[in-house]
């Protein structure tokens, strides 16, 4: 399977007030929509600094250890984050992160790309939730 169908397949679950809310790439999401409304934002990005480059997956500590980084930089940036869990469609590499909400398109892009990431989820309100391969 093509790196990008796997980040195609994943699961996405944010941890919403509500409850638990799975994120499906390609799909418009009125519930996040909703939010983003709610929070007065824009965009929006699931993001994590778990197993960069997806070539290999990090044992538990080393990945917790670089998403305290990325909360780090998204608490500088001021946007509120919520938990945000992915994994493969059988459960395979599980990773922690982040929906980070109020990001514009180019700090999701650069957060992303300084903690070695192959991909993110972006959202904006209205749009079907994109999957940005860098």
């Not at 929006?44 to 600094?49: E, G, I, M, N, T």
Request: charged share 20%; hydrophobic share 45%; net charge neutral.
């Amino acid at each position: 399977m093509s790196l990008e169908k796997a980040y195609r397949t994943a699961v996405y679950t944010a941890a919403l007030a509500a409850g638990p809310h799975r994120l499906r790439v390609g799909l418009p999401d009125p519930v996040l929509d909703r939010l983003m409304r709610e929070h007065g934002v824009l965009g929006a990005a699931r993001l994590s600094a778990a197993n960069p480059g997806s070539t290999t997956e990090r044992p538990a500590e080393v990945n917790a250890a670089a998403n305290a980084s990325l909360a780090a930089d998204l608490d500088r940036f001021g946007v509120r984050r919520l938990p945000c869990h992915s994994a493969g469609a059988e459960g395979e590499w599980p990773e922690e992160g982040f929906l980070a909400l109020g990001l514009t398109a180019a700090q999701a892009e650069s957060l992303a790309r300084r903690h070695g990431q192959a991909a993110y989820l972006w959202i904006e309100p209205g749009q079907a939730v994109a999957l940005v391969m860098l």
